[in-house]
C-alpha cells in the first residue's frame, strides 16, 4: 500500500505542475497575438469616409458663405448614382427618427466624376445649392422645372444655366446644365477653397474597357441646330452641318 502510493504522488504533483505551467505558458502566448494584432488594426488618423464626406462639408460651408451669405440651411449631403444626372436636390429627402425633422438632400453622382476636374464637379454642388436657396427663399417650380427665378439665382452665382452646357442653350427648362462663367463669383470660390488646401479624394471606379463608370454614355448636343449623338464622355464630336463642337451634357 505505502508503495502505491509513493508512486502515485509524484504523478499527482508532476501533473498539477505541468498543468499551471501549461496554464502559465498558454496566457503568454494568447496575450502576445493579442498585442500584435491590436497594432495590426490600429486605424487611420482619418478614415476615407471622414476625409470625403467632411470635405464635401466643408465645400458647402464655403459656398454658402461665399456665395448665399451663410443663409442656407443645412442639408445632408450623400453620394448616390442616378443615370444621366451629375447631382441632384430632394426636398425634404430624410426625416428624424427622434425628433421628426426633416432634412433636405443634395446628392452629387460619382460616376460623373469620372473626366471632370474638381471645378466642374463642385459646379455641380452649387447648382443645387440653387435648387436649396429656392427652396427656402424662393418659388420653386413644381416636377423639378428649372424656372426663370432658379435661372436668374443660377446667373447671380457665376454659373450660366444652358440645356446644352454650351453658350446658347436653354436657360429653363425640365433637364439643364450650366457652365462655369470665367472669373465669375462662383470660380473666384473655388479658386478660395483650392487655396486653403481643399481637394476631392475618391470617383467611381472605372470598369474595365470603359472611359468612366456605370453610366459610360453621355449625351452630346449641338448649340445651334439641337442635334443630339450618344458616346463616351472623353469624345469630341463636332456637328457637320453647323461646324461647331457638339458639348457633352451632364446634367444636374
Sequence with gaps: MTDNHTAIIP?????AAGEACGSSQEAAMARKPRRSYERKIKPPNITPTEAEYTGMQRAFDHLNVELFG??????????????NSAGYFAPDRFTGRVDKAGRHEIALNADAFVGRTDEQIISTLAHEMVHLWQRAFGTP?????????????????????????????????QHMTHYVVPDGPFQKAFRKLVASGW??????????GTERGPNSKVKFSCPRCHANAWGKPTLEITCTPCGVEMPAEVLS
Design 11 to 15: 504523478t499527482i504533483v508532476g501533473r
Design 70 to 83: 451663410g443663409m442656407l440651411p443645412v442639408v445632408f449631403l450623400t453620394y448616390r448614382a442616378r443615370a
Design 141 to 173: 417650380a413644381s416636377r423639378g422645372y428649372h424656372n426663370r427665378e432658379w435661372s436668374l439665382k443660377m446667373r447671380t452665382i457665376g454659373l450660366q444655366p444652358s440645356s446644352t452646357g454650351a453658350v446658347g442653350g436653354r436657360e429653363t427648362g
Design 199 to 208: 481637394k476631392l479624394n475618391l470617383q467611381s471606379t472605372v470598369i474595365a
